[in-house]
Structures are given as C-alpha cells and as structure tokens.
C-alpha cells in the first residue's frame, strides 16, 4: 500500500501561483510513476501532469503547459506541481495519484494509476 497526502492549496488570485506537494510513504517512492489529476463538481476527473517512474519523462496537459511544472523527490518521497499565472478556470480539487512501475495505461488516464490521495482544493479568483 502507498498512502498519498497532498498539500499545500489555498485561495489565490489570478496571475498567482501556488506549489502542491504529495508526500507518499509505504513503498519505494522512485518505483511509482506520479501524477496530477484534477477534478470540478459533476465533471470527470482531469489529467494535469505525470513524471515517469525512471524520473526522465515528464508530461503535461495542453491547458497548463507552460504554466505548471512537475517535479519529484525521491530523497524527500514527494511530488511537486508548482503552478503559476493562475487562472480562474485552475479551479478544482487537485489529487494526487502513483502507479507502481506504469501506469498501465496512457499516462493521462486516471484509471492506470493504483493510489490516491485525498485532495486539496484551489481556487483561483478573478
């Protein structure tokens, strides 16, 4: 078992940034590839960013590139999602989730990943 817990949300401007962190404990931290997602009431949950497990592939979704980095730790066993030029349509509930050596599937689907954290809201005003 991997257990997730993100951190680090808040309210914040438009044009501001903030930075997500998702400490894991319970299994070797560099075997799981690590990713974002983020959700809105009465949609699906959205794919945002993904690091490989092997650390040296990174990707991100179409809407936030360019504005969000993700980045890892290994020493640390935590994940990052630095967000900045924020933009009210940002707002959600980010999770962040680990996939032991995958996902099995393609990275942006929330259904190849194996754990779960349990949320952190941002909101972002305008």
């Known amino acids: 078992q991997v257990q997730l817990v993100e951190s680090g949300g808040g309210l914040v401007q438009a044009g501001g940034s903030l930075r997500l962190s998702c400490a894991a404990s319970g299994r070797t931290f560099s075997n799981y590839a690590m990713a974002w997602f983020r959700q809105t009431p009465g949609k699906e949950r959205e794919f945002v960013a993904a690091l490989s497990w092997w650390g040296e592939s990174t990707y991100y979704a179409d809407s936030v590139k360019g504005r969000f980095t993700c980045s890892r730790d290994n020493a640390k066993d935590t994940v990052y999602l630095q967000m900045n030029s924020l933009k009210p349509e940002d707002t959600a509930v980010y999770y962040c989730?680990?996939?032991?050596?995958?996902?099995?599937?393609?990275?942006?689907?929330?259904?190849?990943?194996?754990?779960w954290g349990q949320g952190t809201q941002v909101t972002v005003s305008s």
């Open positions: 989730a680990a996939a032991y050596r995958g996902p099995s599937t393609d990275y942006s689907s929330p259904i190849g990943y194996d754990y």
